[in-house]
């Protein structure tokens, strides 16, 4: 199984700042990664899909990089609505893994 | 508009069965791959089992291989996952949600919460 490992897993940052949670697969996933955010007691929304395209819908201030092991999201001025839970997910193969998570709060 | 809606969760005791459903409206469904993701509570997400547009190619986690079975009806507009020999680590949020060709879940149900205990 293909291992994610997201850091930081926590993070406290300022309305306004710039933000960057990092991904790492355990082998080459090509560009086959995702991010979510996930807010408390709701379904998780797909910010970015095949590590740079923005989904539908999504603000511009999120912006994805990366291929093959190494991957960033990116929250280039953080909004109040932004303090939530992202996760990285691999979408090379089966089984589809996540990585533990970036709760970012308030600083 | 896309809607996914879970029902069928609740409390069971260990060793028990569980069917859980998704009806799906807003899409043509059986354009789309379909898939389950869990998340215990205060944890992460965990990928559960994914299913191909007719129905006929199905992927499971480890975890759950041999004890839950998805299956959909396309007629139905609906996705399914039967759950049996039920644990006390599968108590969770089950999530269905619609797979894109890219394999990202863009949309998701509410969630459905299953308890498994005593």
Redesign the interface.
């Given at each position: 199984?293909i291992q994610m490992t997201q850091s930081p897993s926590s993070l406290s940052a300022s309305v306004g700042d710039r933000v960057t949670i990092t991904c790492r697969a355990s082998q080459s996933i090509s560009s086959?990664l995702?991010w979510?955010q996930?807010k408390p007691g709701k379904?998780?929304?797909?910010l970015i899909?095949?590590a740079s395209?923005l989904?539908s819908g999504v603000p511009s201030r999120f912006s994805g990089s990366g291929s093959g092991t190494d991957f960033t999201l990116t929250i280039s001025s953080l909004q109040p609505e932004d303090f939530a839970t992202y996760?990285c997910?691999q979408?090379y193969s089966?089984?589809?893994?996540?990585?533990?998570?970036t709760k970012l709060e308030i600083k | 508009q896309v809607q996914l809606v879970e029902s069928g969760g609740g409390l069971v005791k260990p060793g028990g069965s569980l069917r859980l459903s998704c009806a799906a409206s807003g899409f043509t469904f059986s354009d789309y791959y379909m898939?389950w993701i869990r998340q215990a509570p205060g944890k992460?997400?965990?990928?559960v089992s994914?299913t191909s547009r007719s129905g006929s190619t199905l992927?499971y986690?480890?975890s759950v291989k041999g004890r839950f079975t998805i299956s959909r009806d396309n007629a139905k507009n609906s996705l399914y996952l039967q759950m049996n020999s039920l644990r006390a680590e599968d108590t969770a949020v089950y999530?269905c949600a619609r797979v894109?060709s890219?394999?990202?879940?863009?949309y998701?149900?509410?969630?459905t919460l299953v308890t498994v205990s005593s």
């Open positions: 199984d086959y995702n979510y996930q379904a998780p929304k797909v899909y095949a395209s989904q996760y997910q979408s089966t089984p589809f893994t996540f990585g533990l998570g | 898939t992460g997400l965990e990928w994914y992927y986690a480890d999530y894109l890219s394999r990202c879940f863009d998701w149900g509410q969630g």
